[in-house]
C-alpha cells in the first residue's frame, strides 16, 4: 500500500475519528474547519484582534495537504477539476469556483459548521443541531449532484 | 497560548494528511460518493463518527481532563433551528456543484492545486456575509429591544 493508493475504508475512518476524539482530549474543542476560516476572515476586517485555535488548525491542515504531497511524490489528484473542467471553460470554471465558494462559506457559516464542524465533531457529541444540518446538506448534495449530473 | 497553537497545528496537519490520502481532495472522487457510486467516503463518515461518538462517551464518563486547559472533557449541544437547515441547504449546494468542502479546500492548497485559489476566495467572501448578516440585526434593533436581548445572534454553541 503506497500513499497513492487509499487506505481501507474503515482504517482511514478510524484514524479520523482519532483526531476528533484528540481535538477534544487536547484542547477540550470540536475540530471545524469553515470556523478557523472565519477566525482569518474576522482577523482580516477587524473583527477579531487575534487568531482562534481553529485559525491554527486550518494552518495545519494546509500543511497536512502538503506533507502528504511530499511524501506522496504526486498530488491525490486527477487532471482537472472534476466536472466543471469537463464541461466549461476555464474562466466559467473559476467564476462558478467563486460563487460555489460563496454558498459554501456562507451556507456553513450560517448552519454552524462544514462537513468537518457539523459532519464529524457535531455528530461525534450527539448534536441535534448538527445531525439536523449534516442531514439537510447531504440530501442537497445528493440531490443537485443527480441535477447536475442530468444536464451535463 | 503557544502549546494551543503548536496543538492546533499538529491536529490540522494529520487531518489535512489524512484527508489526501483518501482523495477527499479530489472533486471526482466527491461527486462518486454523491451520486452514490462509490461507497468509500459513506463507509469511511460513518465509521469515524461512530468511533468518535463511542470514544467521547468513554471519556466523559471516566471525567478525563484535557491535556492544555486542565477541564474535564465535555461539549454543549444546540436544538435545531431554521438557520441550521437553511444554512445546510445553501452549504449542500456549493458542496456539489465545487465537489468540495471546507476542509479539502485548504489540502489542496497545501498541495498545490491552483482551482483551490477561487473557491478559497468564495468561501471567504461567503463568511464575510454571513458574519455582516448576523450583525445586521443587532444595528437595526430598537435601543429598548435591545437592551432586553443583548449578546451574540449565533448561540455559543457553534460547532463550526
Given at each position: 500500500m503506497t500513499l497513492l493508493h487509499r487506505p481501507d475504508p474503515f482504517v482511514l475512518g478510524l484514524l479520523l475519528g482519532v483526531v476528533v476524539i484528540a481535538a477534544f482530549v487536547v484542547l477540550n474543542e470540536r475540530v471545524g474547519v469553515v470556523g478557523g476560516f472565519a477566525d482569518f476572515v474576522e482577523r482580516v476586517t477587524g473583527r477579531r484582534s487575534a487568531l482562534g485555535w481553529k485559525a491554527w488548525f486550518v494552518v495545519g491542515v494546509v500543511g497536512g495537504g502538503l506533507l502528504f504531497r511530499l511524501l506522496a511524490g504526486a498530488p491525490t489528484f486527477r487532471h482537472g477539476f472534476g466536472w466543471l473542467t469537463r464541461n466549461l471553460d476555464g474562466g466559467l470554471v473559476a467564476v462558478v469556483l467563486v460563487v460555489a465558494g460563496v454558498a459554501i462559506g456562507y451556507g456553513a457559516k450560517t448552519a454552524g459548521g462544514c462537513t468537518s464542524g457539523n459532519g464529524l465533531g457535531g455528530c461525534a457529541t450527539g448534536s441535534r443541531a448538527s445531525l439536523t444540518a449534516t442531514g439537510t446538506f447531504m440530501a442537497t448534495a445528493i440531490a443537485v449532484s443527480f441535477a447536475i449530473k442530468a444536464f451535463t | 497560548m503557544t502549546r494551543v497553537r503548536i496543538a492546533s497545528v499538529l491536529l490540522g496537519a494529520g487531518f489535512g494528511f489524512l484527508l489526501s490520502w483518501g482523495q477527499f481532495i479530489d472533486p471526482d472522487r466527491i461527486r462518486d460518493m454523491l451520486l452514490l457510486r462509490d461507497p468509500y467516503m459513506w463507509e469511511m463518515f460513518a465509521t469515524a463518527v461512530a468511533v468518535a461518538f463511542v470514544a467521547l462517551r468513554l471519556l466523559k464518563r471516566a471525567r478525563v481532563r484535557s491535556l492544555?486547559?486542565?477541564?474535564?472533557?465535555a461539549w454543549s449541544t444546540a436544538q435545531p433551528e431554521r438557520r441550521h437547515v437553511v444554512g445546510a441547504a445553501i452549504f449542500g449546494v456549493g458542496w456539489a456543484v465545487s465537489d468540495v468542502c471546507p476542509g479539502p479546500v485548504a489540502a489542496q492548497v497545501g498541495q498545490g492545486i491552483a482551482w483551490s485559489v477561487p473557491l478559497l476566495a468564495g468561501v471567504g467572501l461567503g463568511i464575510l456575509l454571513s458574519l455582516r448578516r448576523e450583525e445586521a440585526p443587532a444595528k437595526t434593533q430598537p435601543a429598548s429591544r435591545a437592551a432586553r436581548a443583548p449578546g451574540p445572534v449565533m448561540p455559543a454553541s457553534n460547532p463550526d
Open positions: - | 492544555l486547559t486542565g477541564e474535564p472533557v
